[in-house]
């Protein structure tokens, strides 16, 4: 189950509207919603137009 951390029961972040993209999906039958978008390693990434690699 995904595990919500805020500073209290009654934190609001002063009024200020924020917004949070997760991944939903499901796992043995229940919903689950996570802030992990790829997994956790090493990656390689390209440009195509310059091939400038940064790693």
């Known amino acids: 189950m995904p ?3 805020f500073k209290s029961a009654t ?4 009024g200020t509207p924020t917004l949070g993209i997760a991944n939903m999906g499901r796992s043995n039958n ?3 919603i ?3 978008w ?3 390693g090493r990656y390689k990434i390209t440009n195509k ?3 400038k690699v940064w790693e």
């Open 3 to 5: 595990t919500m951390r």
């Open 11 to 14: 934190y609001s972040n002063n």
């Open 30 to 32: 229940w919903p689950f």
């Open 34 to 36: 996570t802030r992990d």
């Open 38 to 40: 790829i997994a956790a």
């Open 49 to 51: 137009n310059s091939e």
